[in-house]
Structure formats: structure tokens, C-alpha cells
């Protein structure tokens, strides 16, 4: 069993920046694929990044490239996702999930563990 906890979410003004960590337990997360998505209240939910296992291979959705990064620390046991040049449309709560076969996947059916989300709102 894995539990995500996701921290660094807040308000922000256009045009700036946060990062938001998804901290883990248990020593299996390392071989674990990671990915954030978000959610706005009343529509579906939407991948934004994930990273492989090794941390080599990355994903994004066209809307956050070239503005968001995702990175993991082994030793910390912790993913990241860096958010720069934020836009309003940026604002909705964000969660990290964690499938066990290590994918860098888009599609929120191969996550089996889940965070309790954190929130980002973006000031326009």
C-alpha cells in the first residue's frame, strides 16, 4: 500500500510560479510511475504530466509544455511538479497518482494509488 500526500498548492497571480510536491511512503514508490493531473470543479478530470519509474522518461499534455517540469527525488521519495509562466486557466485542484508497473502514462485507468489533491488557484 502507497499513500500520496500533496503539498504546495495556493494562489498565485498570473504569470507566476509554484511547485507542488507528492510526498510517499513506502519503499516501492521508487519502481512506481508518477503522474499529476487536475480537476475543476464539475468537469473531467485531466492529465497534466507524469514520470517513469527512472525519471528519464516524462509526459506532458500540450497545454503545460514548456512550462511545467516534473522531476523525482528517490531519496526523498518524492515527485515534483514545477509550474512557471501559471495561467488562470492553470487554476484547479491537483493530484498525483502512482501506477505500479512504472508507466509515464496520460490515462488516469492505469493509476492505482491517489493523493487527497491540493488546490491551485491562479489570479488573473
Known amino acids: 500500500q502507497v499513500q500520496l500526500v500533496e503539498s504546495g498548492g495556493g494562489l498565485v497571480q498570473a504569470g507566476g510560479s509554484l511547485r507542488l510536491s507528492c510526498a510517499a511512503s513506502?519503499?516501492?514508490?521508487?519502481?512506481?510511475?508518477v503522474g499529476w493531473f487536475r480537476q475543476v470543479s464539475g468537469k473531467e478530470r485531466e492529465f497534466v504530466a507524469a514520470?517513469?519509474?527512472?525519471?528519464?522518461?516524462?509526459n506532458y499534455a500540450d497545454s503545460v509544455k514548456g512550462r511545467f517540469t516534473i522531476s523525482r527525488d528517490h531519496a526523498e521519495n518524492t515527485v515534483y511538479l514545477q509550474m512557471n509562466s501559471l495561467k488562470f486557466d492553470d487554476t484547479a485542484v491537483y493530484y498525483c497518482?502512482?501506477?505500479?508497473?512504472?508507466?509515464?502514462?496520460?490515462?488516469?485507468?492505469?493509476?492505482?494509488?491517489w493523493g487527497q489533491g491540493t488546490q491551485v488557484t491562479v489570479s488573473s
Open positions: 497518482a502512482a501506477n505500479t508497473v512504472g508507466l509515464y502514462s496520460g490515462i488516469d485507468s492505469h493509476y492505482t494509488y
Open positions: 513506502g519503499r516501492a514508490f521508487s519502481s512506481y510511475g
Open positions: 514520470i517513469g519509474r527512472r525519471g528519464g522518461l516524462t
